[in-house]
């Protein structure tokens, strides 16, 4: 469903700007790759980081393979793959011929690392005059000079350094680009310059309210406005007039901010709405502001019904984003199956509070607070049920390590990661606390060992405490 909503959010985007859709076809040939896939998405929108599914270049037994996509403009899309982070920006009506890198997976230790990064790099393509070869030669030659010139540049802000820089890039890239490659150029050599020569975000943001919403979802656009707009309610809150626009947020007065923004950062119009929505979803996540008046600003009619559907699509993700497993919301239900084969649910139980833990048996750590369970169980079974939802690993491995020290709990395989992937866990072991009705109770539910006994039995008393002086009344 997740995959398929995405998709036509993807289809909304083709349509934005009434242009005839045009094939691309996208080919790839390595034996190395042979009978494996590349899945490849796009960004949903400029802000949360969702991503929204495209489409799978699969390759045959002789490590072939072709896919066509329907598209408007330049899209950016990118694929994960083994050790690699791959990226390209797709022209309407080419056929693009990619150059794969060896192979290579990873490690039991990246596997296992929470914190691994994938190698970055852009696809080359076997025509060098295409849009993606060229962004990928303009890539490798700017951090070949950026990084030849760093100490000057970063550290002695030589203006005259950043300028060679701009001559040695005008001189030996193409020309006669196309507007994509320039947008793509020129953002990327004013995230340098803005970087080097620590300049304040109003003496360039006025840039933003050129730029068509077709190149919103690409990188350059994304970057550069993640590093003026980050976390700018909160600096401008710390200002002079900070009370005023502290007063505004948490009044949901979005018409003063839009005129913040028009009035010191020269951005109007839709590149004001994206922006604001921007600002808006720092501010949520700062702990500065109320959150119910940012919620609320979110949900207005400004974004909700704005003839823009980037804006539209933004605001009801951020809306999700921001509401997702807050107390008192209604976490998805998951049913997946045990050792046996049998299907069960987190909602069949009822009168319990649900302790739901996502683990990975061969982590050394999810062992020690899986162990724990039992000094959790022993004391809360009468209020508490607990599950268990397990990263796919060995299932020998992992049914001889709960048996032989009588985990407790009611035990469930993510078979494909659904589950992992919907609850947005980034590290093992993460924890949740449902009620009975299967809402949220806690923002953040310890885990095993860090405390949740305590923190339930703190939780708990204090439920025990309503309920009973509910009754009384």
Known sequence: MQAMRYLLIFT????????AVSATIIKAGNLEYAGRKLDFYANADPVTGNKAFITSLEFDKNGQGSISVDITAPTFVFSDFGIYHGMLILEP???LELKLPPRREKSFADEKNPYFEPVQFWFVTQNKSQLASQISDFTI???QLTNKYFDQLYFRQSRKIYDSILYYIDKELPANASDA????????????E??????????YTELFSKVNPEYWLLPAYIGLMERTFNNLLSFEAKSVKGDEIRNAVNGSNTNYLLGLLKDKYKVTGENAQIILLKL???AWYSGDFSKKAIETMVNSTVFVNNKNKIVQITSRNINEKITFLQPGNVAPVICLKDFSGKTNCTDITAG???YIVFADVEMVVCQEHLKYLTSIQERFQKYLEIFIVLRKTDQTEMKKFLDSNKVPGIKMIDENGEF????????????????????????SAKAPLNGFEQQFGTFLQHELFEKQRNQSR
Do not use: G
């Open 181 to 192: 490659f320039n947008f793509h150029k020129n953002f990327s050599l004013k995230m340098v």
């Open 12 to 19: 909304t985007l083709l349509f934005i700007s009434n242009i």
């Open 194 to 203: 803005a970087e080097a020569f620590r300049e304040k975000p109003d003496s």
């Open 141 to 143: 030659r700017l951090n």
């Open 280 to 282: 808006l979803h720092d």
């Open 93 to 95: 009506n080419q056929t």
């Open 420 to 443: 992992i992937t919907k609850y947005k866990i980034k590290s093992f072991p993460q924890c949740f606390l449902l009620n009975e009705k299967h809402q949220v109770s806690l923002v």
């Open 352 to 354: 319990k509070f649900k």
